[in-house]
């Protein structure tokens, strides 16, 4: 077998006596790392401390994880002002979260179906009134008998959830760490990965 030593230094080519003597003279486990070899590579180790920071590697990485979840809200061509209010609101709420927010335009009777431009006269007023929190990730577009129109946040999750600990912490300068632009998208970084969760949270329609 080819034997590698407890720091990585390659110890060579050895009988599996001679392994199995180093690592009783060192108190060290024989583990096979690569059995597929050829010869097989077994390393020196201590196996359960190196069990111990894989699942400590693990949990870190869940923990750093990060959901992208998609919120959805419905609204009519012609939504009451007060209706059109509330339903901002909730878009507001959700890209402040670092949602994603799917916004969909219902045509239901005949003549709302053949004046598709008061949906997309809806859509681009809703862009612009929340467009210090989010962006049209999709543009407007018709699905059948709705349009629809992705917003995406401006800042992301991981950023939205710094800020919260730094005003929590009193960490003022935490709160603007994240303020020069370069959260636009949720692109993973130190290890951290990005896991996309569609969970579609449909408010009633007006």
Avoid: W
């Amino acid at each position: 077998m080819r034997l590698v030593g407890p720091n990585g230094e390659q110890v060579g080519i050895v009988r599996i006596e001679d392994a199995l003597r180093l690592a009783s003279e060192s108190d060290l486990d024989l583990v096979e790392v690569a059995p597929t070899a050829r010869p097989p590579v077994c390393k020196l180790m201590d196996y359960g401390k190196f069990k111990y920071e894989t699942a400590q590697k693990a949990r870190e990485a869940r923990k750093n994880q990060v959901n992208t979840v998609i919120k959805e809200i419905k609204l009519r061509p012609r939504i009451d002002p007060h209706d059109y209010s509330t339903k901002k609101g909730h878009v507001v709420r959700f890209l402040g979260d670092g949602d994603k927010v799917k916004v969909t335009v219902m045509f239901r009777r005949g003549r709302e179906q053949s004046r598709p431009q008061l949906g997309f006269k809806l859509l681009q007023q809703l862009a612009e009134d929340v467009a210090e929190l989010g962006h049209v990730e999709s543009a407007p577009r018709q699905d059948g008998r709705d349009m629809i129109m992705v917003l995406g946040p401006n800042k992301k999750k991981t950023a939205v959830r710094a800020e919260r600990a730094a005003r929590k912490s009193g960490d003022t300068d935490a709160v603007h760490a994240d303020d020069d632009g370069a959260g636009l998208d949720p692109a993973p970084v130190d290890g951290e990965t990005a896991a996309v969760q569609v969970e579609a949270v449909s408010e009633a329609a007006s």
